[in-house]
Structure formats: C-alpha cells, structure tokens
C-alpha cells in the first residue's frame, strides 16, 4: 500500500470482494482483455489516425518496458499533462503496466498549480506536450525542476530539449521485448491514479484511486449509459477529468469494446460533422456546450441520427434543455452527477420523463450507501433537503497525504461529506448545488438551481447562473447573470414578471440581473460561480464609490 493514503477498512474490503464488486481486474487488464477479445476493433479515432485495440495494448506495452529502462518504478507518481491526443491513452495504460501512477493535470495548468502536484505526489516524472498553442511546457518543466526535489524525468511528445526525453524515442528505442520481460504483477488494491479535487479556495487535493474501484467506476458508470461493443463515444473535454475518464467516459467505453473519438473542438459545427463521419452514439458534454449547440443549429445542417444519448456532467442541466435536447437532436439526455472522490449517479436511459428531466439520477452501484443529512450530521426524511454524505466500494476513505483534510472531510464512521444540498426520494437524487451556492437572505435560503430552472423557461434566455451579492442589510441578495438569446434583450423588469407569474415566493427573486456575453469556465467547463460572485461584488462597490 503507497504510505499516504487511507484504505477501506477490512471488513468492508472483505464484503466488497465477496460481493464481487472488486474482481481484480487492473487498469492494463481491462485493455488487454478488450484486446484480446476484438484485436482488429477500432479502439481510437483522433483525426485520421484510427487505432485498433492490438495496436493500442502493443504500444503501451512497449512505452512500459522503456518507461522502466528509465528507471520509472511501480507506485512511482507521475503528473501527466496532455492533450486529448492518443499519446495520452498510451502513457497512460503504459503507467498501468507497471503498476505507476498518473497525476491527472489539466492542460490548462500553469506553474503554480503544477508545482504544487508535483511536490504533493512527489513525483519522479512529468509528461506532456512540446507546446499547444502559444505555452511552451518544456520551459515551465524546466523552470519546475529546481522546485521538485523528486523530479528526475521529463518526457515530451513532441520535440525535447536538452535532458528531456522524446516520446518518439523511448516508443522506437531497441529495448527486450515486452512480451519477454518478466512483467511485476500489479497489485488491484494498488493506487492507480491520482485524480484532482474541485477545491476552489486553495490548491486541489489529490484523490488516490485504486485499480479496483476505478475499473468499477467505469463498468458500472458503462453499464448505466447503456455502452456495448458498438458505442462510438465522443471525447470533448479534458480525458485527465474523471468525467471523460471513467464516469464512463474513456475507460467505460474501453470496457464494453466500444469506440474513442477525439474531437478537436467544441464548435458545434465541427462536432456534428463529427457524429456524422464517425457515427457517434455518445458524447460527454457540460452545461455551457449544450446550451450553445441548442443555439446553434448546426443539428439541421449535419446527419445527427447515429447520435443516441447526449451526457452532461459537472453541473445540472436543467430539465428545460434537457426536453430541447430530445426535441432537436432526436437523442436522450443522461444526467451524471458526481465527485472524482467517487460516488457516481446516473440517470436511465428508460426512466419515465419525471426522472429523466429533472433527476440527477441514482447511484450506480447497489452497494453505495447514501445519507442526506442536517447541519448536526442528523439523517433527514425523504424530500428534504441536506447535506449528502457517501460511503461505497468506489469512493475513497481518505486524500493522499491529507490528514487534516481528512479529519474535515470524512465522518467517523467512514462516510465522504461531498459539500453538496441534494433532496432524496428513494434512491433518487435531486442536486440543488454547493452549500455555498445556497443564498442566505437574511436568514431566508435560496436555491440558486430552484431559480435557474424557473429562468431557463424564459423564451428570451439562453442561459443563466444566479449567484450570492453582498448586501449590508441581508448579507447575501440574488444576482441573476443572463445570455441572452440572439437578437433580443431581457430587461430585469421584464424578468420579475416571468417569475412571479410562476408563484415562487418573493424572497427568492433576483435583485440585480447582469446581461453577459458568456460565463468564466473552468478547463472542465463549469461555470466559475466565484469570479461571477466577485464581479458583482466589485460594480456594486463601484456604484456606491461617490
């Protein structure tokens, strides 16, 4: 066991592999095995390069042998930083083959956030591209090694400098051939990868997740999306986020002998004509992309009809443009709501439309056990709204190296607080956001989801996200930031109407409206709630400044 993290107690462990959730299945096995099954399959489609699962397993077994021939070593830690190429799939299950561990770094990150990864993890290496766009990341790694005690290698795809090796090399270098090497077994209680916590006051947590509960992740997340040998998923945002990775994403779609695609863009013209060439069954999207694609058009001006199922992810849709979704694209909407941390819930392809529009979905696993509860930690009834808090064969006990943290985050008896106001009916979640996206006016909670799904209905919104602005007297008031549909303007006037003709009750109204051209994102395309929060708070001093 890596020393820094937290493993499942041994009762549960037990009961987890009894109950066959854990088969002992690694990240490498569950691409071989497709491999073997269906050699001549296309794993992988980035532009015209199109990879069959042979060549895929053959590759990364290849970049593992050279990878140890530099002295990378099982549960070494190793920040991986790369675009959505297919070099990307190939370290990555490269890694698995010797048992090492990705850090999942967003190629959005910069120095600050990537020195901090490194040192957390005390990784020996750091993989990425020469350059995308105008950054050059050989200089940043370069300018990091002075910072990174353990930092003993630099791997480029692309073209290296100077004590930085090339891709390209270590994949042609003469070395023994994998399959005569004498292979160290991998251990599926083994951390495999190092995922990113969310945090937005300081710098992300890594999340240590072992061989077999990400490999669960993804079958049951696959199994959930209704994958088979002849989906044909499509990958937009980050494949170092959980979300493209294994919630299904890369590794679902590798676990039922499906298709990769890798789109280049998130312009909607571009990714229609994608589904049209490819064939695309499935694509993982978020929030602001769904709603420019909606307004876009560019459904009538491309063959769609391949496309089944249009996932969304990272924040709840709202069920508005999830009946737009179905209407225009002709497919269904599959909501997934979750953490990297681990548990995953999913709506059904067959759920009657109740569920379906305005459900965040149900856990995917029978054995993950949730709670929804009050300020004290009490349990709440049915439909109230609470704190969830989660324990299961796939969400993790404890971050790396953060005792602290943990103290804070996990509960005595082993359940993960996600920081999340959900309602619960059954088994059926209802997200209504962060407890900081909960509005004290004066006392008085507001919803922002509650909000924001009445404002979609507007004919004149095409999108919006309300947020908390100071207020001396209440604390906290409403603020509505709005896009607007194009060609015409929502006056706050105009927008109070709307609302009180839907009978909500007059504490939740905004009191301020913004008209924006867009909303900040992150790298995974969640709106940024905070700068949005800090603008407001900004032209409100400004006013009040003589």
Request: glycine share 8%.
């Amino acid at each position: 066991m890596l020393s820094g993290t937290v493993d499942w107690p041994p009762e549960r462990a037990q009961r987890y592999r009894a109950e066959g959730w854990w088969d002992g299945t690694t990240l490498f096995d569950l691409l071989a095995r497709a491999a073997r099954r269906d050699p001549d399959k296309i794993a992988l489609v980035a532009g015209e390069r199109r990879i069959r699962y042979a060549e895929l397993e053959r590759d990364a077994a290849r970049l593992a042998a050279q990878l140890l021939d530099i002295g990378i070593r099982p549960l070494d830690r190793v920040v991986m930083q790369l675009p959505n190429v297919p070099e990307f799939v190939v370290v990555y299950f490269a890694l698995a083959r010797i048992g090492a561990i990705p850090v999942m770094a967003l190629r959005a990150h910069r120095q600050a956030e990537v020195g901090h990864f490194l040192r957390a993890s005390g990784a020996t290496a750091f993989v990425i591209a020469d350059r995308v766009g105008s950054f050059d990341y050989r200089t940043m790694a370069e300018a990091l090694r002075s910072q990174s005690p353990t930092l003993r290698h630099v791997i480029v795809v692309g073209e290296a400098q100077a004590g930085q090796h090339e891709y390209a090399d270590l994949m042609t270098a003469q070395a023994m051939p994998p399959a005569d090497r004498d292979w160290r077994m991998v251990d599926p209680a083994e951390v495999a990868t190092m995922l990113l916590s969310g945090g937005t006051t300081s710098m992300s947590k890594l999340i240590p997740r072992t061989h077999q509960d990400y490999v669960l992740n993804a079958r049951l997340c696959a199994r959930a999306a209704g994958f088979d040998r002849d989906t044909v998923w499509m990958a937009l945002l980050p494949l170092g986020h959980n979300y493209n990775l294994a919630s299904p994403g890369l590794l679902g779609t590798f676990w039922f002998g499906g298709t990769a695609v890798l789109a280049p863009t998130t312009d909607a013209d571009a990714v229609f004509a994608l589904v049209e060439r490819e064939r695309v069954s499935v694509i993982a999207a978020v929030v602001p992309l769904i709603v420019n694609w909606l307004a876009s058009g560019a459904e009538q001006r491309h063959d769609v009809t391949s496309l089944k199922v249009v996932q969304n992810g990272g924040a709840r849709l709202a069920p508005e443009l999830r009946g737009r979704l179905r209407e225009r694209l002709g497919c269904m909407p599959q909501e997934i709501y979750g953490t990297a941390e681990g548990l995953i819930n999913m709506t059904r392809l067959d759920d009657p439309d109740e569920i379906l529009l305005h459900s965040s979905g149900t856990p995917v696993c029978e054995a993950d056990e949730i709670r929804v509860v009050d300020a004290a930690g009490n349990e709440v009834v049915d439909d109230t709204p609470g704190e969830l808090v989660t324990r299961g064969p796939y969400t993790i006990c404890g971050y790396y190296d953060a005792t602290e943290k943990n103290a804070e985050a996990f509960s005595a008896d082993g359940f993960y607080r996600m920081g999340d106001i959900v309602r619960k009916v059954g088994r059926n979640l209802y997200a209504e956001g962060r407890k900081k996206d909960l509005i004290n006016r004066g006392g008085e909670k507001i919803s922002c989801e509650e909000v924001e799904n009445l404002i979609f209905a507007h004919p004149k919104v095409r999108a919006v996200t309300l947020v908390a602005m100071p207020d001396p007297v209440f604390g906290e008031k409403a603020c509505a930031f709005v896009i607007n549909e194009p060609g015409v303007v929502l006056t706050f006037d105009e927008l109070i109407a709307f609302l009180r003709a839907q009978d909500i009750a007059s504490f939740k109204l905004p009191e301020r409206l913004e008209i924006v051209d867009a909303f900040p994102l992150s790298p995974v395309g969640k709106v940024l709630k905070r700068d949005l929060r800090d603008a407001v708070a900004a032209r409100l001093e400004a006013e009040r400044r003589p």
